[in-house]
T-cell receptor, first 112, second 115 residues
Framework: GQQVMQIPQYQHVQEGEDFTTYCNSS?????IQWYKQRPGGHPVFLIQ?????EVKKQKRLTFQFGEAKKNSSLHITATQTTDVGTYFC????????????FGSGTQLTVLP | ETGVTQTPRHLVMGMTNKKSLKCEQH?????MYWYKQSAKKPLELMFV???????ENNSVPSRFSPECPNSSHLFLHLHTLQPEDSALYLC??????????????FGAGSRLTVL
């Protein structure tokens, strides 16, 4: 079955440092989504990437979808304490949410 | 308020109890989902409903029984659970199950502890 691997599992950064989490799929994906879960909260949708090589930005967050549509990354520039949480990627090889496979998440801690 | 409401937020039950988790979405979505989130494990899809019809059942033990009376409400009935079933149970909805309409909106979750 489809597997989505995400690294690192944990990341501690000093406030102001950059942060990157990587997502790799065992199969070619139709699309990939990113979610953020704050401590004690629930996953909240951030963005969806569909096209090969696509790059999208949301303020300090940059999302990339690989050329082969098997990997993706989320990069945060100059982290802030509000960035704390777990970031999940989720991919589907059909585009359907019924077959969305989540990565195990990267837990980000930002030290003030 | 996320548009997806789950109750109760916290539940403690013994292994012989019967309880239910409730989910309601106010977004006009056609698809609803139950996910299980355990510590140090990826989100696990349990059930998917599209227009009240179950379309996915990922080898979930029969002690979990879903019910979807209409496209806005979803229940998860629990009975004779095991301690390893303790987890955060997340309900989600999406516009549809098909490509292009598959962004998930999650509820706040029901934290279940089985003693």
């Amino acid at each position: 079955g489809q597997q989505v691997m995400q690294i690192p599992q944990y990341q501690h950064v000093q406030e102001g440092e950059d942060f990157t989490t990587y997502c790799n799929s065992s199969t070619t994906l139709s699309n990939i989504q990113w979610y953020k879960q704050r401590p004690g909260g629930h996953p909240v949708f951030l963005i969806q990437l569909v096209k090969s090589g696509e790059v999208k930005k949301q303020k300090r967050l940059t999302f990339q979808f690989g050329e082969a549509k098997k990997n993706s990354s989320l990069h945060i520039t100059a982290t802030q304490t509000t960035d704390v949480g777990t970031y999940f990627c989720a991919g589907s090889n059909s585009g359907s949410a019924r077959q969305l496979t989540f990565g195990s998440g990267t837990q980000l801690t930002v030290l003030p | 308020e996320t548009g997806v409401t789950q109750t109760p937020r916290h539940l403690v039950m013994g292994m012989t109890n019967k309880k239910s988790l409730k989910c309601e979405q106010h977004l006009g979505h056609n698809a609803m989902y139950w996910y299980k989130q355990s510590a140090k494990k990826p989100l696990e899809l349990m059930f998917v409903y599209s227009l009240e019809e179950r379309v996915e059942n990922n080898s979930v033990p029969s002690r979990f029984s879903p019910e979807c009376p209409n496209s806005s409400h979803l229940f998860l009935h629990l009975h004779t659970l095991q301690p390893e079933d303790s987890a955060l149970y997340l309900c989600a909805s999406s516009q549809d199950i098909y490509s292009g309409a598959n962004v998930l909106t999650f509820g706040a979750g029901s934290r279940l502890t089985v003693l």
